[in-house]
């Protein structure tokens, strides 16, 4: 395919070459009208010289791109010009799955981190009858700021209500012998390693084929190696089909038995033994976050409850939670004053606790954010926090992955147990150059300074 640099798709300028794979070539592009940047990928051609399949294909991504999860590669666009079939998504600055486990830049915490994400947004498409079906560590991409986005579902396929026969369209056509070139385009759906055994079998596959793909993504996360692999795609198929995966908790040490657990739930032959769909296997994963997190198993109903109570009081508030509080205050004063023959003493001790109870309220912000600071800067690559309202930069040696995902995870908890104020956003840097590293030393709200940290005086102005 000839390089479609410097050209134009519809309103997208098309700037540079990101990538290959199996069905197309990414640029990275620009859209000229919401002047922002794209992905766009252009399908092969043989992908798309069948008009049935490319009608086929324009009808599931319309339905993906109605898909709208932060940890879901937004699509923007589908359709064709200069003939050629492309899908414009969101662009995702940062790496794939499958390059951080190349450079081991993941831990236990950062591997369930990120196979919870992308659960928790397969878990909407799966609600809607839409099944990825070509989840794997090359699909996935983590942006610096520790969010996960799940690429690809324009090639997702869009469950109809089983047809009379209770195959699904597309296996029919595998199964037809007339339509063998289109055998090959359909078994590009899906890298063999990923597979589940019923896509390897050519059999009808439904959400729960999407968990065992994610099940394999999340072992190899873990293990830094798959479970299913043979020296050629029909081995690796057989592996998938009739072997059981080594227990990662025989290739790793110290690993949690729960992790084990939800790996073999996963990874079942049949698809009926497998969590159903994405949602089930989201619950486990955020069971097991919590219970790594917190080194024991706690279930907290009760501050489940109250957060939840908090959060409708918050967002179903015309006043916003403040001038309810606020309101509040003043009509139990008043209420005190006018029906309650109390001394004036004990009205001013009252007034003295509230005023104590609303100080301790709003500080709390800054007492979690110090309780960050400390954790934070017990890892060793971490050279300053520095604190800008609710910005927080935490300057590193090398950003890794591990890294980034813990730091946007505990943001995440304090946002979460912030009752009323602005949420807290979080960066990690790696890339300032000395004069801008030192600038934020300079500043206010530097939170924590490594022991090694030089702080130079700023240079005086050159006279002339
Ligand atoms: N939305 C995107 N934003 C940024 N980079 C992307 C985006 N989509 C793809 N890429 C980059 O382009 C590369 C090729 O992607 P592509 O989807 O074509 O290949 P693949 O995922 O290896 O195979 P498959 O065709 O099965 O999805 C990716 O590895 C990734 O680096
Ligand atoms: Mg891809």
């Not at 890339?431 to 702080?455: A, H, T």
Request: net charge positive; with cysteine; proline share 5%.
């Amino acid at each position: 395919m000839n390089s479609l640099v410097g050209k134009k798709l519809k309103h997208f300028q098309i700037e540079k070459l990101l990538g290959k794979g199996g069905m197309g070539v990414v640029y990275l592009g620009h859209d000229t009208r919401l002047d922002r940047p794209v992905a766009v990928k252009v399908l092969r051609p043989d992908v798309t010289e069948n008009r049935n399949r490319r009608r086929r294909f324009l009808q599931e991504a319309r339905a993906a791109a109605a898909l709208n999860h932060p940890a879901i590669a937004q699509i923007y666009d589908v359709d064709e010009a200069d003939g050629v079939t492309f899908i414009a998504m969101e662009f995702v600055e940062g790496k794939t799955v499958s390059r951080l486990i190349g450079n081991r830049e993941l831990d236990l915490v950062g591997a369930v981190e990120i196979a919870l994400h992308v659960a928790e947004g397969l878990s909407q498409a799966h609600k809607a009858n839409i099944v990825h079906r070509d989840i794997k560590s090359d699909n996935i991409m983590l942006t610096r700021d520790g969010h996960t986005k799940l690429l690809d579902f324009g090639l997702a396929k869009l469950l109809e209500p089983m047809p009379d026969n209770g195959e699904s369209e597309i296996y029919r056509d595998l199964k037809t012998t007339k339509t063998m070139s289109e055998t090959r385009a359909g078994m590009i759906l899906g890298t063999t390693a990923y597979m589940s055994p019923e896509q390897a079998r050519g059999m009808p596959i439904n959400q729960s084929s999407d968990v065992f793909s994610l099940g394999i993504v999340l072992y190899e996360m873990i293990a830094g190696e798959l479970p299913f692999k043979g020296d050629t795609p029909i081995d690796t198929m057989h592996a998938i089909t009739f072997e059981e995966a080594r227990p990662v908790t025989v290739i790793r040490k110290n690993l949690p038995p729960e992790i084990h657990r939800i790996l073999l739930r996963c990874l079942r032959k049949r698809p009926e033994d497998r969590y159903p769909e994405a949602g089930a296997l989201a619950d486990d994963l955020k069971r097991l976050k919590r219970e790594i997190e917190s080194g024991i198993h706690r279930s907290d109903p009760v501050s489940g409850i109250f957060q939840r109570v908090i959060d409708w009081v918050k967002f179903s508030l015309p006043f916003g939670f403040k001038g309810i509080t606020g309101l509040g205050v003043i009509l139990i004063l008043a209420a005190i004053v006018v029906f309650a023959k109390v001394n004036y003493w004990a009205l001013g001790a009252y007034a003295l606790i509230l005023l104590f109870i609303y100080r301790y309220i709003r500080n709390r912000k800054s007492r979690m954010l110090k309780k960050f600071t400390m954790k934070v800067s017990q890892f060793p690559e971490v050279r300053v926090i520095s604190r800008k309202e609710d910005q927080i930069t935490v300057i590193v040696d090398q950003a890794m992955a591990k890294l980034y995902l813990r730091i946007n995870s505990m943001i995440e908890a304090v946002n979460k147990k912030l009752y009323f104020g602005k949420p807290v956003k979080a960066a990690v840097r790696d890339d300032l150059s000395n004069q801008e590293f030192q600038k934020v030393l300079r500043e206010p709200g530097v939170m924590y300074v490594r022991e090694d940290v030089v702080i130079k005086p700023e240079s005086e102005p050159e006279s002339s």
